[in-house]
């Protein structure tokens, strides 16, 4: 079985997925880089096949691993998560609307993406700083002349986050029309600019495009 990171071609102990990640894995810690592919006999693995890898020999033929430095890897995660807040707008949007006119049940059903999305965007940077050992709240991007705004961000989301959960313990559908349609809408355009500004602080340092 071929085994290789990034085309360079690695010894295994055994022609197993299982130590093929492991090889792999050891060479990308020597290099300073992560995992961020696998594919095998050309199709891409993910979820268990990865979680819990076989060690069952003969299962591939060849195995690529695909590596990224940490900075890289933050970088990318920062511009898709500036996505997602400008995606997660039109959720908001969405829930205000249905909420507006009485339908609150979808309102609800459409609010668990908004929640989803907002703690997924808390997490990329929480792993990213631990990732680079900064701390990307702390970090002030040159573009942003604003102090802290990372910060800022951190504070304002949980405070809107915050007034949602009070208005759904009261069932103020009307505060929460107008943190959904309003505040949280200001919030995502305040984060997109920061997380683009994080990534292209990170990718100054290191990152690459």
Do not use: N, Y
């Not at 992560?34 to 594919?39: A, D, E, P, Y």
């Not at 249905?98 to 808390?122: C, I, M, N, P, Y």
């Amino acid at each position: 079985m071929r085994v290789d990171l990034d085309g360079e071609v690695l010894e295994v102990a055994r022609p197993t997925l299982a130590e093929a990640l492991k090889a792999g894995i050891a060479a990308a810690e020597r290099r300073g880089v992560l995992i961020v592919g696998v594919t095998a006999d050309g199709r891409t693995l993910d979820g268990p096949e990865l979680e819990r890898p076989s060690d069952e020999p003969g299962a591939f033929g060849s195995i690529s691993l695909i590596s990224a430095t940490p900075a890289l890897l933050v970088e990318r995660t920062l511009r898709e998560a500036a996505a997602a807040v400008d995606d997660v707008r039109h959720s908001q949007a969405k829930v205000a609307g249905l909420v507006d006119v009485g339908d609150t049940a979808a309102a609800l059903e459409h609010l668990k993406g908004v929640f989803a999305t907002w703690s997924a965007v808390r997490e990329v940077v929480d792993r990213g700083g631990r990732l680079l050992g900064r701390d990307l709240v702390a970090m002030q991007p040159a573009s942003i002349d604003a102090v802290r705004p990372v910060e800022a961000c951190m504070l304002g989301l949980t405070q809107s986050l915050q007034e949602v959960k009070r208005a759904l313990e009261r069932d103020d559908w009307s505060l929460l029309s107008d943190v959904m349609g309003h505040r949280l809408d200001g919030l995502a355009k305040d984060w997109h600019m920061v997380l683009s500004a994080l990534a292209d602080e990170v990718a100054g340092d290191g990152g690459g495009g």
